[in-house]
């Protein structure tokens, strides 16, 4: 109705005489008369009360009028008003488009994020150094961004003055959240690692309340319980648990969805030239840039012959650990980049979601993989706090028609 009032009071009438069925015409009432001189609707007339009655000749003062039939461009507008509009919802090109590519990346992310933690866990198996690991990675990532930069596959961007803060605070938590993210990895299981960063829907709703004014619903609130309750079950029935292990997990959780959030929210700002891949380029190139004085300074030269080769005496030998760095540092940036693409298209909350059944397949991948032990009280915790990232996306999605 919107949409016919809206017409009625823009639309251009261009009257067309219909002979051939006049004599059709019987009496219209009008409640509401009013006069009108104006030329524009000389020759129309219309069957919405209200609006003056207009003949070819005489303007009609009688609630009973006989005009002549003709046509105008309201009756065209009619038909267009009262159309069902569900057909255009569910033949929308553009629409179909836009959401099997956003499938499309969510694949991606999933396919390269399972490659990354299984050739990750098998370096940090035989080479116990995260720091250096980390650095090596954001190394791989920097030469696929100037390589990305100097082809043009897509435009070098332009830092302003008011941009250097907001990057450096976000630089920071991307650093320290890939960093304590291989610390886990290489303390305890990949599906424990994964199992507690399960929680980071929690911190997300956390770091979007305080940062974004986000409030939460009671049933938003209410979803987040199982996720708690079953990581803690998970951690301390965990067979490879350790405090190390568990932290880093904790503090990755933490960093990452303050990077998210607050990427977000840059992102946000329409005055800014930065886009979300650049923004995500120009951190992966400061973080190479700072982490190299703190691997030296933490775990010193490592990337050398002689620890090379005490790596390739654990039973993996050089090549096959350098192939397998070099793979992990593709799939590190490859599956980062995929996620800061997504994060431009959907909101923070939406992102944690689906880093969250991104867990499900990575744990259950890690575990056929590596074998891995799991306890029935073990799996009880993870299924508790899987289930309770699924009630979350549910709650997530139905909170629209609750409110």
């Known amino acids: 109705?919107?949409?016919?009032?809206?017409?009625?009071?823009?639309?251009?009438?261009?009257?067309?005489?219909?002979?051939?069925?006049?004599?059709?015409?019987?009496?219209?009432?009008?409640?509401?008369?009013?006069?009108?001189?104006?030329?524009?609707?000389?020759?129309?007339?219309?069957?919405?009360?209200?609006?003056?009655?207009?003949?070819?000749?005489?303007?009609?003062?009688?609630?009973?009028?006989?005009?002549?039939?003709?046509?105008?461009?309201?009756?065209?507008?009619?038909?267009?008003?009262?159309?069902?509009?569900s057909s255009n919802e569910f033949a929308n090109p553009a629409k179909f488009g836009q959401t099997t590519q956003l499938v499309a990346m969510f694949g991606l992310w999933y396919l390269l994020n399972i490659y990354f933690n299984i050739l990750n866990k098998q370096v940090l198996k035989v080479f116990p150094y995260p720091t250096t690991l980390t650095t090596f990675q954001f190394g791989c990532g920097t030469l696929m961004i100037l390589f990305m930069w100097a082809f043009k596959l897509h435009p070098r961007p332009?830092?302003?003055?008011?941009?250097?803060?907001?990057?450096?605070?976000?630089?920071?938590?991307?650093?320290?959240?890939?960093?304590?993210?291989?610390?886990?990895?290489?303390?305890?299981?990949?599906?424990?690692?994964?199992?507690?960063?399960?929680?980071?829907?929690?911190?997300?709703?956390?770091?979007?309340?305080?940062?974004?004014?986000?409030?939460?619903?009671?049933?938003?609130?209410?979803?987040?319980?199982?996720?708690?309750?079953g990581v803690a079950l998970a951690s301390f029935t965990e067979a490879s648990f350790n405090w190390v292990g568990f932290g880093s997990a904790m503090a990755s959780n933490v960093s990452n969805q303050t990077r998210n959030v607050l990427s977000k929210k840059f992102m946000d700002r329409k005055e800014e030239a930065l886009d979300n891949i650049n923004l995500f380029s120009i951190m992966t190139i400061i973080s190479f840039?700072?982490?190299i004085p703190f691997a030296f300074l933490f775990e010193g030269v490592k990337i050398s012959p002689d620890y090379l080769q005490l790596a390739a005496s654990q039973g993996v030998n050089v090549r096959e650990l350098c192939v397998r760095s070099v793979l992990a540092g593709i799939c590190f940036h490859s599956y980062q980049q995929v996620s800061y693409m997504i994060l431009g298209k959907v909101s923070p909350v939406t992102h944690a979601v689906g880093n969250c059944l991104k867990r499900v397949v990575v744990i259950v991948s890690s575990v056929i993989f590596f074998?891995?032990?799991?306890?029935?009280?073990?799996?009880?915790?993870?299924?508790?706090?899987?289930?309770?990232?699924?009630?979350?996306?549910?709650?997530?999605?139905?909170?629209?028609?609750?409110?």
């Open 158 to 229: 332009k830092i302003y003055k008011s941009q250097i803060v907001p990057v450096l605070t976000l630089t920071a938590a991307h650093m320290m959240g890939n960093l304590m993210t291989n610390i886990s990895i290489g303390r305890v299981a990949v599906s424990f690692t994964h199992t507690i960063k399960a929680m980071e829907p929690f911190f997300t709703v956390l770091f979007s309340t305080v940062l974004l004014s986000a409030r939460p619903t009671l049933w938003v609130v209410s979803s987040l319980v199982p996720i708690v309750g």
């Open 1 to 85: 109705m919107e949409s016919f009032a809206l017409a009625l009071t823009s639309s251009t009438f261009n009257p067309k005489p219909l002979k051939h069925i006049n004599h059709k015409i019987k009496p219209l009432f009008s409640s509401n008369l009013s006069l009108l001189s104006s030329n524009n609707y000389k020759n129309t007339y219309s069957y919405t009360p209200g609006l003056c009655f207009c003949t070819n000749s005489t303007l009609h003062t009688s609630p009973f009028l006989y005009p002549k039939r003709t046509r105008n461009d309201l009756e065209v507008v009619r038909a267009t008003a009262f159309a069902p509009e």
């Open 371 to 403: 074998k891995t032990p799991v306890s029935p009280i073990n799996s009880l915790g993870t299924g508790l706090a899987l289930a309770g990232v699924f009630m979350y996306s549910r709650v997530k999605r139905i909170k629209p028609k609750m409110d």
């Open 289 to 291: 840039i700072f982490l």
